[in-house]
Every structure is written in C-alpha cells, then in structure tokens.
C-alpha cells in the first residue's frame, strides 16, 4: 500500500535554512508535491515536481528528490517567521482519480 | 492559481442540529472534489470523494448516512453533518482536483470550516 512519512516536529534559527524531509514507498508516483498549512487555514501548494526530477528550485525553495530511496525533502533558505507552519508532502498515484496521499506533516517552528 | 472557497469558514450549533458546509471551486471545474476532517495538531483525513453528478465515495468507516455529501454541479460541493454531536467538531477541509498539463493531478484546498457542536 500506500505511505507517506514524515517528521513531526523542526525548529530553527530565523535566517537559517529548513530542510524537511519525507518518504514514500509507493514506486507509481507520478508527481510528489509540498503543501503548507497556516494555523486555522486550509493547505497552500507550495510546490511540487516530477517524479522524473531530480531537483526543482523555486526563489527560496529547493526540492530535491531520489527516487531510488523514495526521498523527497524541501530546503527552506533564509527561513522567516512567517514560514512558521506545517508542512505536508504528498504524492499523486498513477491510478486514476484518486486523491493525494498525504503524509501527516512537520511542524516548522522559526526562532527569532 | 485554482481558488476553492468554503462556506461558512466556522460555525457554532447545537446539539442534534445539522450543518451544511459548501466548497466551491471559484475559477475552473471540478469534476472531482475531496472532502477532509482534520483533528488539532493532527494530519488530514480523508472522508470522501465527491464526483459531479453521482454518488460520493466514502472512506472505510464513515458513515455516509452521517456525512451527506452532494455534488450538483461543477463547481460546487456540499458536506452535510446531520444530527450534529459534539465528537463531529472538527475542522473540515475540502479540496477540488485540477488536471493540469505539465503539473499532473494536483488538488487546490479551501481555507477550511471550523465546527464546533455544543
């Protein structure tokens, strides 16, 4: 079956960079993608890639994927306050109209 | 980008009331909508899919004679929480599945309904 794995909890300096990681196990993704979720807020698509990707960098977001290990991590750069949120990876099967799997989300906390 | 709103954002009932909660896909179709419960500090949890102009599919242990879901039209869903109690609070979230080209199937989410039953 299906499974998305993340960590729960990261915390960093403001000014640092983030990374958040995540694995999977189903080997049929097609597109993999990472959502953010204010407090008292719906998911925002951050970002996503192509399972035939190795790297996607977009201004201050970097995703990087190995597809061998089923790893999928996002870098933050010059993490702000206002990335404050959770993060949740998702993956997007190649059978027909099904939803994303999603994996349960890292909480990122930044320290001024 | 796809915007998908909700309606109402959060309500407060009493007990044994039922709710309705639309999601609407503002700029584009959805033929495909999903709907979600999300506990505090928890992940998502998938409830159902809803398809335009059939019947919703339910996930493994929800009960569908609980949950009403319709969706009428291309843009818009409905979540009904029938005979409300105070275990159905929650945050209810609901997303509309785009298809598009070079970015696959992604879903686009609503900001979220908060329920709160007394």
């Known amino acids: 079956g299906e499974d998305v794995e993340q960590s729960l909890f990261l915390s960093v300096r403001e000014g640092d960079s983030s990374v958040i990681n995540c694995t999977y196990t189903?080997?049929?993704?097609?597109?993999l993608y990472w959502y953010k979720q204010e407090p008292g807020a719906g998911l925002q698509l951050l970002t996503y890639i192509f399972s035939n990707m190795d790297m996607k960098q977009d201004q201050r977001l970097t995703v990087l994927l190995n597809k061998k290990d089923k790893h999928l991590s996002l870098r933050i750069a010059d993490t702000q306050t206002g990335d404050s949120a959770i993060y949740f990876c998702a993956e997007a099967l190649r059978r027909g109209n099904t939803p994303l799997v999603f994996g349960k989300g890292t909480r990122l906390s930044v320290i001024a | 980008g796809a915007v998908v709103s909700q309606h109402p954002s959060w309500v407060i009932c009493k007990s044994g009331t039922s709710v309705k909660i639309e999601c609407r896909s503002l700029d584009f179709q959805a033929t495909t909508m999903f709907w979600y419960r999300q506990f505090p500090k928890q992940s998502l949890m998938l409830m159902a899919t809803?398809?335009?102009?059939?019947?919703?599919?339910?996930e493994q242990g929800v009960e569908k004679d609980k949950f009403l879901i319709n969706h009428a039209s291309l843009t818009l869903s409905t979540l009904t929480v029938t005979s409300a109690h105070p275990e159905d609070s929650s945050f209810y979230i609901c997303?509309?599945?785009?298809?598009?080209?070079?970015?696959?199937?992604?879903?686009?989410f609503g900001p979220g309904t908060r329920l709160t039953v007394l």
């Open positions: 809803s398809n335009e102009g059939s019947k919703a599919t339910y």
């Open positions: 997303s509309a599945r785009v298809v598009a080209s070079g970015r696959g199937d992604t879903q686009y």
């Open positions: 189903d080997s049929s993704s097609t597109y």
